[in-house]
Structure formats: C-alpha cells, structure tokens
C-alpha cells in the first residue's frame, strides 16, 4: 500500500496568512503513461462532508476559489492556502489516486486565530 | 443537482451485520464509479473501496475484504455495503462518494457496542 504521510498535523494562522500544507507518498504518483500525478486534497468543515479541492495534484475542482493552489510531482505535494479566510477553519486531507488501495493522508487541522 | 443519501446506519451488536444504503439522484448513475469512505469518531479518513459501473470490478481496502462487501443496483440508483462480523473498531461515520470523489453524501453513522 501506498503510506501518505502529511505534515503538520494542525497550525493555527491568523486571516490573510498563507499556509502550506505538505503531503509525502512512500511512492510515485507520477504516471509515467501521461505524466499526471494523482493525488488530491479534499476539505473538511466541522460536522461536514468531506469536499473536493484538488484533483491530479494541480487543478481545482469547479468552484474552488482561486487562493486554494496544489502543486507538486512525484513523491512531494503541498497545498498552499494564499489568504486564509475564517471559512478555510477545517481539516484538510491529501489521497492518492494511483493505485489501490487508495489512501488518504492522516489530515491537518487548520485553526484561525 | 447530485444527491447521495446514506441510511441504514444505527447501534448494532458486536459480531452482528449490517447493511448500508446510498440511494443516489441528479445524475446517471449508471455511468460512474461510486466508492464508501468511512471516519471514525474524531480521526482522518478511510477508503473502503469502490465498485465500477457494471459490478465486474470491486476494489477494497485489504483489511476490510473479507468483512465488507460493495454492491449496486443500477435499476434502483443504489449503493450498498454489507457489513458482517461487525467490531466497536467499526464504530464510524459511512459515506458513500461518486468517483472520483467529487460528490459525497452527509454520511451516516454506524456505532457497533453491546
């Protein structure tokens, strides 16, 4: 199985802030077929569903503002969240899609201060 | 607009089964993959895996295989997942999901206690 490691586990940021949240695979998500990366970042309010930011490392979900931004390749990923806003409180996940079984990572907590 | 409801869910007894439903709307249904991802109280996600459109092909996550299994009826737009030897690790909120994760449902909690 593919083990997703993300990091922090939680920080707390003040409105306007940018914030970087990283995720690590044991494992290429690089497609060497059509060189896209498969992994995605979902957001979780509290008492919510989960939500779909990112897919293919990169591209947002319609709908997803603009100041929500993933990037990476291979092994490394990040979500940078330029802005924060008081709505951004949630947790927030990374998941590859590579291969089965699919796995998430163990999710960062954002705080607002 | 797209619609996954969960129900099914509720206390159950340890050793015991249940068997969640996710009446799907808004959309083909018949087209999509559809996945069950679960959360326990307070802790990250967890793929349980997922079915193609067809049933030929069924993916789990390997520590859940020989307990859960996914299924669909296509004429009914519906999910199951059909849980057996049920353990309070199981305690979770249930959601079902269209591949590729695009949609959830609200989710639907199972607590598995004596």
């Known amino acids: 199985d593919i083990v997703m490691t993300q990091s922090p586990s939680s920080l707390a940021v003040s409105a306007g802030e940018t914030v970087t949240i990283n995720c690590k695979s044991s494992?290429?998500?690089?497609?060497?077929?059509?060189?896209?990366?498969?992994l995605a970042w979902y957001q979780q309010k509290p008492g919510q569903s989960p939500k779909l930011l990112i897919y293919?490392?990169?591209t947002r979900e319609s709908g997803v503002p603009d100041r929500f931004i993933g990037s990476g390749s291979g092994t490394d990923f990040t979500l940078t969240i330029s802005s924060v806003q008081a709505e951004d409180l949630a947790d927030y996940y990374c998941?590859?899609?590579?291969?089965?079984?699919?796995?998430f990572g163990s999710g960062t907590k954002l705080e607002i201060k | 607009e797209v619609k996954l409801v969960e129900s099914g869910g509720g206390l159950v007894q340890p050793g015991r089964s249940l068997k969640l439903s996710c009446a799907a709307s808004?959309?083909?249904?018949?087209?999509?993959?559809m996945g069950w991802v679960r959360q326990a109280p307070g802790k990250g996600l967890e793929w349980i895996g997922e079915?193609?459109?067809?049933?030929?092909?069924?993916n789990y996550t390997p520590s859940l295989k020989d307990k859960f299994t996914i299924s669909r009826d296509n004429a009914q737009n519906t999910l199951y997942l059909q849980m057996s030897k049920l353990g309070s690790e199981d305690t979770a909120i249930y959601y079902c999901?269209?591949?590729?994760?695009?949609?959830w449902g609200q989710g639907v909690m199972v607590t598995v206690s004596s």
């Open positions: 999901a269209r591949v590729p994760y695009n949609n």
């Open positions: 808004g959309f083909s249904f018949n087209d999509y993959w």
């Open positions: 079915i193609n459109q067809d049933s030929s092909t069924i």
């Open positions: 494992q290429s998500l690089l497609s060497s077929g059509n060189q896209k990366n498969y």
């Open positions: 293919l490392a990169s």
């Open positions: 998941q590859q899609h590579y291969s089965y079984p699919l796995t």
